[in-house]
């Protein structure tokens, strides 16, 4: 029976990597293939790093109740894409939809703003772990193959990766914290002017 207690953050992520192989098959026996079971099990530690909450509680089924719902969000996703792909192969007019998807110009430069923090923070991580970063990342090569045209166990991509990650979360974790600065401090404004208006 499992022990209820609650575990910081880092012993989370300790946990988390001693579970990784656990949660890895956990993945596979649903139908996962083993480069996207990797894949998830990436964007798991990347949202641990990221996690700025307090002691989890019962941390062992904390994460496999985490695992289960990315790979529900990750299905969903699919059936989402294969609904548009079906409903503009059966629409044959080329348009799906007349809203305009397309970020607002604040919203873009808030995007570009994020990924040169981001951009400069992996700056300071080895060329190596920079370069399995990107091909694992942006590239969308498996870490397995990357790992066969490095000429390096797979283990040792995983490291660089978690590395990346690491720091990934860390730029990312100081990102979300001037956000909330900047809307507290725009509700504050708000707040003032709503009051001067009162008066």
Not at 30 to 52: P, V, W
Request: glycine share 8%; net charge neutral.
């Amino acid at each position: 029976m499992e022990q209820c207690r609650r575990m910081s953050v880092g012993g989370l992520r300790g946990l988390f990597l001693d579970l990784r192989p656990a949660l890895t098959r956990y993945l596979l026996v649903r139908g996962l293939s083993q480069d996207d079971a990797d894949d998830l099990i990436q964007d798991m530690y990347l949202k641990i790093e990221s996690y700025q909450g307090g002691p989890v509680g019962e941390p062992r089924a904390y994460l496999y109740r985490m695992t289960h719902n990315l790979l529900l969000d990750r299905r969903r996703s699919a059936a989402r894409r294969i609904r548009r792909e079906e409903e503009w192969a059966a629409g044959g007019t080329g348009v799906v939809s007349e809203v305009d998807l397309r970020p607002s110009a604040e919203e873009a430069l808030i995007a570009r703003e994020r990924l040169s923090v981001i951009t400069a923070a992996l700056k300071v991580l080895p060329e190596r772990t920079r370069d399995i970063f990107r091909r694992f990342r942006i590239d969308g090569q498996t870490q397995k193959a990357i790992a066969g045209d490095l000429g390096v166990s797979k283990s040792a991509v995983e490291k660089h990766l978690y590395r990346a990650y690491h720091v990934v979360a860390v730029a990312k974790a100081g990102l979300d914290a001037e956000s909330g600065d900047a809307t507290s401090e725009e509700g504050e404004r708000h707040r003032d002017m709503s009051s001067d208006h009162d008066r």
